[in-house]
């Protein structure tokens, strides 16, 4: 027997358990996800930017499943230190001194670049950004209610007690005590692992972000931010936390301690306690041009890579195409591989509207990110898109196959035979999950001009106008005079292109 869609169930990789799990949800019919957002002190390189697009995948697998979806991403404006240990400098007030600016207006500066990215990658929007400092009085009122317990104070702050917690660290499956010096010593520690949840200002300074609290002036520690906001705003415990790899080792493991202790408790044995039922981590994209590193001076950012001439949807295609707990190499090679799937695409599209328009068909229906749930999917789902909705749905439900759910996505769009309206409907309720906006894009919005090119797109295809007749012409030596004056000026004329896109930026 065919398995129908609503009988797949979604299975997802939680960290806790290092093990494929069935997704039941805390609240039927929803989803209710966590994902830590960026520290607001410099623009997010485009391997933070993974975490993102990984999170936003699972946001619409969920939709996609039928979910009511209610995600939050924070944004951490105060209390994350330069080295994830207690001794560093916030890279907040650290930025702000660089820059001679205020840290207000850093955190504004940075949070407007980041939702930038996230809007040229698709990103859609979660149901909250929970901003740190709009919780400061909650942090401390989370704090109040578990440092009798859990936390004891020194000379810099309220620390949490790492020993008070059962299973502490078994996200990270890490040793916690001597712990291989993953956190750096502070006088007074009890254990190597406890963590600071409130950081005093020390005597005689004066923070630029600062806050009366019963332990003096001070700021929040960063793992209390989003023990707090997810609790304040999902309600513990929540169905799904997800972040990047490195939170595995130190961050949401104190979250969980902290959640522990608000909830009584538990062992770990019941994922419950920990706050969350489901831990996810993307891993992590390498890049070996050593550009990834925010003190690089020109990093790898996502503006990079669109002066670079390359539509930002191609860097998502490149997460898309990897599954998202592998590792990643990024090159501009891969980039470009990418930027030619996607473009193959959009020409595929391109295609199946012309015939739908050429039948006369009615129009299209716009696009609408959450168009589809399965129980209003199923009607239109008959013939031959049947087992190809089934397989995808199969392979988003397999830990977010996206790799395997790309090919099959490819496959409907060389389906043959098959009605232009209803292969459109089909796209539609992919697309939606792989979230591209297909059809919306067009060949031309996906070719962007290199910011170091010289040339305007016309003054480039008069070039190539001029280089096409000289070549019927047989004059082949001012076609090559005209390739090589385009070159100079960072345009690489593709001849033989199977796409006829016809030229590139020439990355040299
Ligand atoms: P941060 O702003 O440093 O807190 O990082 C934002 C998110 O990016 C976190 O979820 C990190 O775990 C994640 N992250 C950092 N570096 C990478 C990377 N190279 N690849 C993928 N995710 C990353
Ligand atoms: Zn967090």
């Given at each position: 027997m065919t398995e129908t869609p609503a009988a797949t169930p979604l299975r997802l990789f939680n960290s806790l358990t290092r093990q494929l799990e069935e997704f039941r949800p805390v609240h039927a019919g929803e989803a209710r996800v966590y994902t830590c957002g960026p520290t607001v002190y410099n623009y997010p390189h485009i391997g933070n930017m993974r975490a993102y697009v990984f999170a936003d995948t699972l946001g619409r697998v969920l939709s996609f499943k039928g979910y009511q979806l209610r995600h939050v991403i924070n944004i951490?404006?105060?209390?994350?230190l330069t080295d994830d240990?207690?001794?560093?400098?916030?890279k907040m007030e650290k930025m702000a001194a660089a820059k001679a600016q205020s840290i207000w207006d850093i955190a504004q500066h940075y949070t407007q670049a980041y939702w930038a990215d996230v809007k040229a990658l698709n990103i859609r929007q979660p149901a909250h950004w929970s901003?740190?400092?709009?919780y400061v009085p909650q942090m401390i009122a989370f704090a109040q209610s578990i440092a009798g317990k859990h936390c004891y104070e020194l000379e810099s702050g309220l620390y949490f007690?790492?020993?008070?917690?059962?299973?502490?660290g078994r996200l990270a499956?890490?040793?916690?005590?001597?712990?291989?010096?993953?956190i750096e010593a502070v006088e007074?520690?009890?254990?190597?692992a406890d963590f600071a949840i409130w950081r005093k200002t020390p005597p005689g300074e004066k923070r630029q972000m600062e806050w009366d609290s019963p332990w003096g002036k001070g700021a929040p520690g960063w793992h209390l931010e989003c023990s707090v906001m997810s609790r304040e705003l999902l309600?513990?415990?929540?169905d799904i936390h997800t972040g990047g790899?490195?939170?595995?080792?130190?961050h949401h493991p104190n979250e969980i301690a902290q959640n522990q202790a608000i909830t009584g408790?538990?062992?770990?044995?019941?994922?419950e306690h920990s706050g969350a039922r489901v831990w996810m981590h993307n891993n992590f994209l390498i890049?070996?041009?050593?550009?990834?590193?925010?003190?690089?001076?020109?990093?790898?950012?996502l503006q990079l890579l669109i002066d670079k001439g390359f539509h930002p949807l191609a860097y998502r295609m490149l997460c898309l195409q990897?599954?998202?707990r592998s590792e990643l190499e990024f090159s501009w090679d891969n980039l470009a591989a990418a930027l030619t799937r996607l473009k193959r695409m959009v020409m595929a599209v391109a295609q199946i509207k012309a015939r739908h328009a050429e039948l006369g068909s009615?129009?299209?229906?716009?696009?609408?990110?959450?168009?589809?749930t399965l129980n209003q999917g199923q009607g239109d789902m008959?013939?031959?898109f049947a087992p190809l909705i089934e397989r995808f749905h199969a392979a988003i439900s397999d830990d977010l196959g996206t790799a395997v759910a790309l090919t099959i996505f490819d496959e409907v769009l060389a389906l043959?035979?098959?009605?232009p309206g209803e292969k459109l409907k089909m796209i539609e309720v992919m697309d939606a999950v792989l979230g591209f906006g297909l059809l919306e894009l067009d060949r031309a919005s996906l070719r962007i001009r290199p910011k170091?090119?010289?040339?305007?797109e016309s003054e480039i295809e008069a070039e190539l106008d001029r280089r096409a007749e000289a070549r019927a012409a047989k004059d082949f030596a001012t076609s090559d005079a005209i390739r090589d004056s385009l070159a100079s000026r960072g345009v690489e004329v593709m001849d033989g292109d199977p796409l006829r896109w016809e030229w590139k930026l020439d990355l040299g």
């Open positions: 951490t404006d105060v209390g994350h240990a207690d001794a560093g400098e916030d901003i740190a400092t709009d007690d790492t020993s008070t917690v059962a299973d502490y499956r890490a040793a916690t005590e001597e712990g291989e010096g993953r007074g520690k009890r254990n190597a309600g513990l415990p929540f790899i490195d939170h595995r080792e130190i408790c538990g062992s770990l044995d019941c994922a890049d070996r041009t050593g550009k990834m590193s925010k003190s690089s001076g020109e990093f790898l950012r990897a599954h998202y009615a129009s299209i229906t716009p696009f609408d990110p959450h168009p589809w008959g013939g031959k043959k035979k098959t009605d170091s090119a010289t040339l305007t």
